[in-house]
């Protein structure tokens, strides 16, 4: 085995260290040296597999005494340290997975400052918000008001009465931790007395009543981007409820509900809007005005128009919040037949019936031409 470094100089702490400088120092060495931040990097794991053999010495008591006394040689088959030495960076999270559940994901967040107390981001709140399809199309800000929980100013986040202060927790110490050996491994817990935070509040706040924290309502603009889709989540990093001790604050996430148009249906980026057009304007075209969302647009109907023909106005759409190119109108044309004929549009229709009688179209040639076949075959077939 290659010779080993002094473990004070491998957490780069004094000898006089306290526990909680020492396991500072290691969670430093450990997030930096940690595998999933340096994957493949030997360097890296043997770094860190150092620093956690070190730890494991100079963080219990009995351990440390011999290492102090004899050096290395003191701590050989003591398990975990010298001797056994840690064969896998995945030994090494078994042995703290507690500390590394801290401080790599689950409730971690911001760990400045926070000494034996656990700093936690604050929980994500959720709201919607129901805005117009026009108002979506050029995006929109709206005011709205949030009730959420905020850091107790009475107690500046204590939960102590004003004058007095929270005391350190008898049960672990201050540690917020209690370790229990279980074999070969120590095994660390959130203290019960004090649930993590290390401290016990004797005199609680009367304002937050010793829970560090006040509803309060806040008003918050909301800015909706142009094109947002009717589902979309917005998220504003921060706005949700406090964190706690020292933890950053949570999301507000806000799910944006686009009401429908009367007349423009949405597909995305893309709009429909329906026209009716009578069956002579469809035969002999026409100029109109179709609405776009800004407002109206000067549109010729061509001579010959088919029903449900579309239109694609180019980029009369939706804007991209992405920033992709922005959607067309498509405008999709009904020719209506009416219901009901006064006298004079009667007496047309059956002129243009008579006429329609005599020039016959190719289409409908093609047509009668196929019937007659048909009607033709089931006839020999009987
Ligand atoms: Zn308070
Ligand atoms: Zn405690």
Redesign the pocket.
Known sequence: MATKRDYYIVLMVEKTASDDEIKRAYRKLAAKHHPDRNPGDEAAIEAFKEAAEAFDVLSNAEKKARYDRFGHAGVEGMGGGAGAGFGEASDIMDAFGEMFGDFFGGGGGGRRGGGASRARRGASLQTSLTIELLDAAVGCSRDMEIEKHVT?????????KPGTKPQQCDYCGGRGQVVQSQGFFRVQTTCPACRGVGQIVRE???????????ARTSKITIKVPAGVDNGMQLCLRGEGEAGEHGGPAGDLLVEIHVKPHTLFERDGRHLTCQVPITFSQAALGTEMDIPILTGKHRLTVAAGTQPGEILRLRGQGMPDPHGGPRGDLHVQFHVEVPKKTTKKQEELLRQLAEIDEKHVSAHRKTFFESVKEFFGAAEEAE
């Open positions: 107790c100013v009475t107690c500046v986040g204590t939960g102590a609680k706040c009367t304002d937050c009543r010793g829970s560090r924290f006040v």
